[in-house]
Each structure stands twice: as C-alpha cells, then as structure tokens.
C-alpha cells in the first residue's frame, strides 16, 4: 500500500512565525503536491513538484514556497504565517504513469494548521 | 481551464435508499474524471476514475459514476447506502493538456441517516 505521512496532524502558530509542513512518501513516486482544503472551497493546489529540485507554482502559491531535495519528501514553507494561513493541508503524491493524467493521486492524512 | 461543479453542497438520505451525488465538468479538450472520499480527519481516498472506454465506472464500496460527454456530467451513484457512507466527497478533472493538475469541485456532503 502507498503511504503518504505528514509530520504533523494539528500545529498552532503565532503571527509571523516560519512554519515548515512536512511531507513523506515511500512508493517513489515522481510527483508530490500541497494542497490547502477550506470549507466551501475544497482543494486548492498550492505548488507540486515534478522530480527532486523541481517545483511548479499551483493556483494559490502566494505567502508559500516548497523545498525538495529528496525524491520522498516534500516540504510546505510558510516563510511568515498569516491568520488567513489557518486552514487543513494535504499532500499527495503519485507516479507518471503510461500517459499524463492517468496516475492516481494518494493523499496523506492532513495537517491542521492555526495560526494566532 | 477546467473547472468542476459539485451542485449539492449537503445531501441528506436514509440508511438503504439510493443515493446520486452530482458532478459537472468544463474542459475544451479530453478529460479525465475522478471521485474521492474523505472520511472525517482523513485524508482523500480513491473512489474510482474515467480515463477512457466503458462510460459506466465501478469503483470501491459499492459506487459507480457515469461519464456522459453530451451533458459534461460524471455523477456518483451508490443503489443503498450505509451509515459509514457518511463522509464528503470529491469530483476532480484534469484536462488532457494539464501538466499532472487535478482540479476539483467543492465537495458534497454526504450524511446518512438511520
């Protein structure tokens, strides 16, 4: 079975602090993203990556960025956490299959993040 | 772009009655189709997927979803639900020309009822 791990399940940060959501997989899938899941709004990509050392930006990469440096990790980094950075995020990860669009996306369980 | 509509955002239904969870998609090229769930403080699970071929999908725990391109629908259907049903669900599309982006709706809750 793929198992996607997140560092955490629930976090609580201040204003302006750094936070860093850890993502891990052990399936060696090419692919692994982050995504902020908000009432009403549902899944929203904030950036994926392809290959290690590679990222794309997603729908809403503002206030984010993202580090890997390992084929099996990915990190989220909030460089200055907001209040409106209060919300679940979830990473998924999935292989490159036959033919783009093919491959199935395996989620981790989600950190729930607070800011104060 | 592609965009998805999940029209119920809230779908209440008895132990054992069928149920249908609507999903609309808009892409100008082919797509792909797909359904998860997400059982409360999980994460999202697989229910099954469209790639190509046989219209009608089956999936795990009973659902199958419909791929109907005329009407740019992929709506969920399980004919009796069961209490651990209850869970929100996800339609998700990515378009043929998407690099890997999956993009999805809103999500439909659904609870089910003894």
């Known amino acids: 079975d793929v198992k996607v791990t997140q560092s955490s399940r629930y976090l609580v940060k201040r204003t302006g602090e750094k936070v860093f959501l850890e993502c891990v997989q052990d399936?060696?899938?090419?692919?692994m993203f982050w995504y902020r899941q908000d009432p009403g709004l549902g899944l929203r990509l904030i950036y994926f990556?392809?290959?290690?050392?590679?990222?794309e930006k997603g729908d809403i990469p503002e206030g984010y960025s993202v580090s890997r440096e390992k084929k099996e990790r990915f990190s989220l980094i909030l460089e200055s956490a907001s209040t409106n950075q209060t919300s679940m995020y979830l990473c998924a990860s999935s292989n490159t299959g036959r033919g783009a669009g093919t491959e199935t996306q395996y989620f981790g369980p989600g950190t729930r993040l607070l800011v104060l | 772009a592609q965009s998805v509509t999940q029209l119920d955002s809230q779908v209440p239904v008895f132990e054992e009655a069928p149920v249908e969870l609507r999903c609309n998609y808009s892409?100008?090229?082919?797509?792909?189709l797909f359904w998860y769930v997400q059982y409360p403080n999980q994460g999202l699970q697989l229910l099954l997927k469209y790639l190509s071929g046989s219209t009608l999908v089956k999936g795990i725990n009973g659902f199958e979803a419909e791929f109907n391109k005329s009407q740019t629908s992929f709506h969920l259907r399980k004919p009796s639900v069961h209490i651990s049903d209850t869970a929100e669900y996800f339609c998700a599309v990515k378009s043929g020309c998407s690099n890997y982006k999956l993009t999805f709706g809103k999500g439909t809750l659904l609870t089910v009822n003894p």
């Open positions: 990556s392809y290959d290690v050392k590679m990222k």
């Open positions: 399936m060696d899938h090419e692919n």
């Open positions: 892409s100008s090229v082919s797509v792909y």
